[in-house]
Each structure stands twice: as structure tokens, then as C-alpha cells.
DNA sequence: TTCAATTTAATTGAGTTCAATTTATTTTAA
DNA sequence: TTAAAATAAATTGAACTCAATTAAATTGAA
């Protein structure tokens, strides 16, 4: 290999994660003003998510669901918990696992969150067909990184 | 628009930003083992990877180029100072800017980090037209983004 | 049956991330 | 010229992220 290219995968620019990083962090930077609004960060919020499909969730299919360990849930579901959006209990079946429940007070926010995607898309506008391309190359990468 | 439909925006399955936040991270936490080799985080890595290339750089560039504040820089900077492996200057022509420079200690630390990128291409195998792909549309997206 | 291994959440600690503020310096406009 | 505005970096504080550990409960193998 030629000395000039030895270290040409080491350049920021022929990374891939690193615009990854980049663009993550840049689009929920977007999310902030919003999310303000009625009160939730961005993880909050997808949890949120997740508890207005299901209603009821235990901490470890919420974790697989979300990428995120007990370590980062715990204090995201105690905040939520602590703003009355959702609740806890030990399951009787197994009282090692918790389950969460979304509350009224929760239901309640989904009316005011269901706002928020189509301001998200005026402030982030790649061509549907880009978007749309984008979002089955992330969930093949996602499948890939997956062990 | 029906009832059934009123929601899905706020489904996560029907989310860009959510797949391009969990992917970041699962592929971030692929570079951990090979970075503790080298005693580098993540974010200290890719700050390298520009002083790598720069040799020298200010903050305010350094953090164009990272997407990162001196919130985030600061600490980051005064870890890899610590570390030996850059040094830092106050400008002399301004003494509000901070010049971040290459130590030789640093530079050595290149010659260890060039073997990092084609273990995670192990770690990450999209196919070279997806990797590609997803490349020019992380840069699109970045584009539209950053106003 | 019983005790070791596993599983689930919570906790801890180091480091990151970002908005907001502070301090010091430089630039600009009156 | 000088006072106000702007700029650069550091600091602060809240929240996230993750690896590692802990505690409690369950499972499984001898």
C-alpha cells in the first residue's frame, strides 16, 4: 500500500459513523423545542412512544425495543414516572420484572405529542424517496450491528 | 383522516430519526473494545482522527467539524491533554482562541488506531453500494439539517 | 430438594451532551 | 476614543449513556 493512502481509513470523512453521530445528535437538537413544550427529552419521548402503543410494557422489552439498558431506563422511567405520564409495578408472576403502565395523565400528552412529527419533518427535509431509502438502509445497518 | 391513521406519525416503527439514533449507538459501542486497547473514548477518537490529519486545529473549528461545542470540547480536550497526546495554546494573535496541537505521543498513538477501521468493517458488514448509500444520504440529511 | 447459575432492575461511576451562563478578549459603532 | 456588541472558550447543571456491580427472584442441574 502506497505511504499517502496507509491512513486513509482513519479520516474523519471516510467514516460512516460518523455522520451517523452526527445526524442523530443534530436531529434531536431539532426535537428540543418541541419536546419543551410539553415537557419530555427525547428519550422520555420514545419511551412515550412505545407506552402509547402498547399501554403496558415490562422494562426489558421496553430496553430491546429502544436499544437502551436498565442503567439509562431506570431514571428516564422514574422522571416519567415522577410527571405522572406513567406508572410501575413488580409483576406478580415474576417479581423480578416491572412493567410499566401508561396513565391517563400520559394518554392524555399523546393528543399534544401527535403535533410534533410534522414539525420535525418542515425543519428536516429529505425527499420522501431519500427518507424513505435512508430508513431501510438504517434497519439493515441496525440488523447487521445486532448481535 | 381516519381515526385508525391519526397516530402513526407518532409510531416509533414509522420514525427516521429513532433508527439513525440506535444505530449510532450500537455501532459506537462496537468501537469500545478496540478503543480501550488504545485508551480512547469514542469522542476522544474522533477528535484525534481530525488532529491526525490537521496536526493543529483551534476549538472553534475543531467543533465545526465534530458538530460539538466547548461544553462538550472542553472536557474531552483536557482529558486527551492529560493523556499527552495533544497540547494546548491560547492564540497569540487573539487570545480568545485556544490552538490545539498534535504531541508526538499523539502522533505515535496514529500508528495504533489505523488498525480500528477494518475491525468494525468486520463488526458492520452493510454491502459497499449500501455503505456507500447511506454515506452520501447521512451527508444529504446533515445538510438539510444544519441551518 | 437444594444450591449454583441465570435473570431482571436498580445503582454506581466515568464520560458525554447540550443549554445557559461566565470570563476574557476583540470588534464595532457612536 | 470608548462603550456596547460580539466572539471564544470554559464552567455549570441537568440528563443521558453505558459498563460493571449489586440485590432479589427464579430456574435448573445434581
Redesign the pocket.
Known sequence: MENAEKYNALKLENQICFPL?AAS??I??KY?PFLDEIG?????YIAMMVLWEEKSI??????EK??????????????LEDKGFVS?L??K???????VNLTEKGERLKERAAEIPSKIVKCVSLPPDDALHLYTLLYKLLATVKE
Open positions: 453521530y445528535r443534530e434531536i437538537k428540543r419530555l427529552t427525547y428519550t422520555q415490562n422494562v426489558k422489552t421496553l430496553g429502544l436499544f437502551l439498558d436498565s442503567g439509562t431506563l431506570s431514571p428516564v422511567l422514574k422522571s410501575k413488580r409483576d408472576n415474576d417479581e423480578r420484572s416491572v412493567t
